[in-house]
């Protein structure tokens, strides 16, 4: 399998492609990464070194790769913060040429925006074109539950509300949805919910909620949910694998006190989780 992950980038730490591409490599995918952005560090820290690429510049590297003849073996692209609307338009250029050499090409779309308590922190216009041109581009997307609100233009608060707001998002083009971070009326204090949305029905998988705030998490889970609908084409097979690593992933950073995700300390867990969660169809 061969996927094109096209996202920003950390030299220090794992957001971004760094914190999507291992975990792909680890279950054996070939990764041909593009940064739409290379910076120091990820902007949680408050100050970072680096630059934001242009369009022309993701365009030249995918006219790059189209001239080793390779893109027609492209099995997927998988896309994450964009940092500018030029920026998405090269990248929905390059699922549409990867799509003419191999129209059986799923587009993965993380359409990053915002989240609880942070509210939108893109730049201007990046949530408009998520909304109007990347969503309605994209086979699967893998919003939070900040960004599904944004995306529906409904008001997720209970379980009904989520399925309501998936399926008004599924009518604008996406055929599977991973929504992360959920918490509705019906999830527990302790618990944090994942839901998976496919041809009308849904899926549930509910997770203790660990004490820790790190950056990187939703980009695995969109890479990994990705690899495993792309290898299964089952909505719940791909909750259940994707859920029970990024689990595994973060207990283990919250046991190290570890500011960054171990992406490479706890790399079993993408391959054999240690912990498994029920699916439910709700």
């Known amino acids: ?76 692209v998988l896309s994450g913060y964009m940092g500018s609307a030029d920026i998405g338009n090269a990248i929905l250029s390059a699922v549409a040429r990867v799509r003419a050499l191999n129209p059986e090409a799923l587009y ?4 990053v925006i915002g989240d609880v308590g942070r509210g939108v922190f893109v730049r201007p216009g990046i949530p408009e074109f998520m909304r109007e041109q990347a969503v309605p581009a ?46 509705a009326k019906e999830t527990p204090a302790d618990s944090v919910d994942l839901v998976a949305g496919e041809g009308g029905r849904f899926w549930r998988v509910r997770t203790p909620k660990l004490s820790l705030s790190v950056n990187g998490a939703g980009d695995a889970i969109a890479a990994l949910f990705f690899v ?30 570890s500011r960054e995700i171990l992406t490479i300390a706890a790399q079993d867990e993408f391959v054999s989780p240690s912990h498994l969660f029920d699916v439910a169809e709700v």
């Open 138 to 183: 994209a086979d699967i997307i893998t919003p939070n539950q900040f960004e599904l609100d944004y995306l529906s233009g409904i008001v997720t608060q209970t379980l009904d509300d989520v399925k309501q707001a998936v399926s008004a998002v599924q009518a604008l083009g996406p055929r599977v949805m991973l929504v992360t971070s959920v918490e």
């Open 228 to 257: 495993h609908y792309a290898r299964s084409r089952s909505a719940p097979m791909a909750l259940a694998a994707a859920s029970a690593s990024v689990y595994g992933l973060l207990k283990r950073t919250e046991e190290a006190g």
């Open 1 to 76: 399998m061969n996927v094109l992950s096209i996202q920003s980038h950390v030299a220090y730490g794992h957001v971004g492609n760094a914190s999507a591409v291992f975990p792909m490599q680890r279950l054996g995918v070939e990764v041909w990464p593009i940064h739409t952005v290379q910076f120091s560090n990820h902007t949680g820290y408050g100050s970072w070194k680096g630059r934001v690429f242009d369009g022309p510049a993701i365009e030249d590297l995918v006219e790059g790769i189209a001239e080793r003849g390779v893109l027609g073996r492209c099995d997927g």
């Open 108 to 111: 993965c779309c993380d359409p």
